[in-house]
Each structure stands twice: as C-alpha cells, then as structure tokens.
C-alpha cells in the first residue's frame, strides 16, 4: 500500500511539473517570428477589394469575356495606380491631401468603369 501511495504522489507530481512546461512547448509555435508582420487581425490579410477582383478577373478569361491580355492589363493598371498613390503618400510623409485623395479615388473608378465595360456588366450609376 506505502509503494503504491509513494507511486501516486510521484505521478501526481510529474504531472504538476510537466503540465505547465507541455503547455508552454505548444503556445510558442502558435504565435507568428518576432518581427514578421503578417497583417490584420488574426493573420489575415486586407487587401481591399482588388484582391477579390484579381481572381474576378481571371474567372471572366476562364468564362470567355475577357482576354488574358486584357485581364494582365487591368491588373497592371491596377498595380500601377496602387504604386503611385504609395509614392505620393511616401514622398508627402505618410498623408495624402484631400485633393490627392480625391485624384485617385477617380482614377480608381474610372478603371472599375472599364473593367465593367469591357466584360460587358451593366454599368451602374
């Protein structure tokens, strides 16, 4: 019976012992390398609408309403306009004017415009 208590409580303890060091070997590797930045709440990122209408635009070449050229060149438009606004908001300090806000708020959908133009969606106001 003392063999059996003494195997118990040393159980026990191992247990007590390792609980916290097993927990802690888990919670590490869920967290993400100090200094990745992985963007947005839990992982996630957030890359407007433009994300979505990138894989929007190479289902219409897979559906036969645009072209792949027409689809890489809206996606370089895209791209294009996004890398002028980030040099704009580099080169002024981290802020756009209004009035540079308003300039690419309008190149922005003029280019939405387009794309809907040429797949055909009706366009509306």
Avoid: N, Y
């Avoid at 993400?32 to 190479?58: F, I, M, S, T, Y």
């Avoid at 908001?89 to 308003?102: N, Y």
């Avoid at 809907?116 to 009706?122: I, L, N, Q, S």
């Amino acid at each position: 019976m003392r063999i059996q208590s003494s195997l118990m409580a040393s159980l026990v303890a191992s247990l007590l012992i390792s609980a916290p060091v097993l927990a802690a070997e888990t919670a590490p590797s869920a967290q993400a390398p100090a200094g990745e930045c992985h963007g947005g709440k839990d992982g996630k990122k957030h890359h407007g609408r433009w994300g979505h209408k990138g894989r929007h635009l190479d289902r219409a070449v897979q559906e036969g309403r645009l072209t792949q050229a027409q689809a890489d060149a809206f996606k370089a438009e895209r791209r294009q306009l996004r890398e002028e606004m980030k040099a704009q908001r580099q080169a002024s300090g981290g802020q756009l004017s209004d009035a540079q806000k308003e300039q690419f708020k309008q190149r922005r959908q003029a280019l939405k415009q387009k794309v809907k133009a040429a797949m055909g969606e009706p366009t509306g106001a």
